[in-house]
């Protein structure tokens, strides 16, 4: 806490703006979650407690700013003037981001302008009536990134434990190296495999133009050298056809196959350039391959090295078909998102031939004609829940 209140301080004095966001102290959100479990607390309550760790956080870091000098005020959603509105999605609260950015300009923008630092609370929200709510885990992401868009911030400065983002998790591979810059779109694959630098869900409130720097919070500095996530904000629903032509999905049947290096070389040689996507067990390997003129021949090829392959038994192959790709924010986290994907076809009568799950993205195949229409009761779907 004296580190991250001395590095604000630093920064105020040489004539920077700055917003703060806070988070709880240490494990003081899961110690309060213990605290409510088994007291079948209604949702609400519930919220307002988890919120207090925050809440207590931003008044610590006001109050020790003070004693440096520097003009500060901290944000409480028991004020008036609170800025971050939510749904009534307890626990998973969504900010409703017009609203919040209306409250942002009205209501922070000015005490910036006067050269006070605002420090709110983040992860926490407050319905239109006035209950407490919560964002979610990294819910704190969410708040900066939304103060950030509204006033229309240079940067923003997410403080961790870690130099930066790495190219591996250190708990797993020895001396992975610091990524110095990635891309939104190859940051939120990181965060669908469980890397958690900057909240998946918080990615869709970032601007194009607002770069965000992830620093070490040992050196002390928010100039210090981090990595900079840079780039697109990310779409909260996309449900679109994979590719503008018709695919083939071509099946490989053989016992081990996908364990024979050789034979996995020769496939990947003939199928590389039409190769849209793939899945495999020990009794298979699919090949979706888009439909061009040298698609049979490609298929002839790839039956001469399976039957020459010790495993190898045979190949079969489906014209006509579509890949419909779903992408979302904190798909993987949803529940349900597959079932209701398949319903949603099943009762307007579309055959499914396939369904593919990577990270955040559903891949599901269908009949070419079908395109449009799967396309569009998937999103009904979804968008619905």
């Known amino acids: 806490m004296s580190r991250a209140v001395s590095a604000v301080a630093k920064e105020y004095s040489r004539g920077t703006r700055l917003v703060v966001v806070v988070s709880a102290v240490g494990k003081t959100t899961d110690r309060l979650l213990e605290l409510t479990n088994g007291h079948n607390l209604v949702e609400h309550d519930r919220d307002d407690i988890l919120a207090m760790g925050e809440r207590t956080s931003a008044r610590i870091f006001a109050a020790s700013l003070k004693t440096l000098g520097v003009q500060a005020r901290y944000f409480d959603p028991s004020d008036r003037d609170w800025p971050i509105i939510t749904d009534d999605n307890f626990s998973q609260a969504n900010p409703l981001q017009r609203v919040c950015t209306s409250r942002i300009r009205r209501f922070v923008k000015p005490i910036v302008e006067e050269g006070i630092v605002p420090v709110i609370a983040g992860f926490v929200g407050r319905t239109g009536d006035g209950r407490v709510s919560t964002l979610g ?48 779109r190859t940051l939120s694959g990181m965060a669908d495999s469980g890397t958690k630098f900057i909240h998946r869900k918080a990615l869709q409130y970032k601007s194009p133009t607002i770069d965000v720097r992830v620093v070490s919070q040992t050196l002390g500095d928010l100039r210090a050298p981090g990595t900079i996530i840079s780039g697109e904000p990310i779409p909260e629903l996309e449900v679109s056809v994979h590719n ?132 569009m009761l998937i999103r009904s779907a979804l968008e619905g829940n």
């Open 244 to 375: 503008p032509h018709p695919v083939a999905s071509v099946t490989l049947l053989g016992r081990s196959l996908s364990k024979d290096p050789r034979l996995m070389a020769k496939v990947t040689s003939i199928a590389k350039k039409n190769l849209v996507a793939s899945s495999e067990d020990s009794e298979s390997i699919i090949l979706y391959l888009k439909e061009t003129p040298s698609l049979n021949k490609e298929i002839a090829q790839l039956h001469k090295v399976v039957l020459a392959s010790k495993g190898g038994i045979a190949v079969a192959a489906r014209n006509g078909t579509t890949l419909i790709t779903v992408k979302g924010v904190g798909l993987e986290d949803t529940p349900g998102v597959t079932a209701r994907i398949t319903e949603s076809l099943r009762i307007n009568d579309i055959n499914i031939y396939g369904v593919l799950t990577i990270t955040s993205s559903v891949l599901v195949l269908v009949n070419w004609r079908d395109r449009t229409r799967a396309a």
């Open 137 to 184: 885990r990294g819910g704190s992401d969410t708040t900066a990134l939304l103060l950030a868009n509204a006033l229309g911030a240079h940067e923003v400065v997410l403080v961790t434990d870690a130099p930066g983002i790495m190219t591996g998790d250190p708990k797993l591979i020895p001396q992975p190296k610091l990524i110095r810059r990635i891309e939104m």
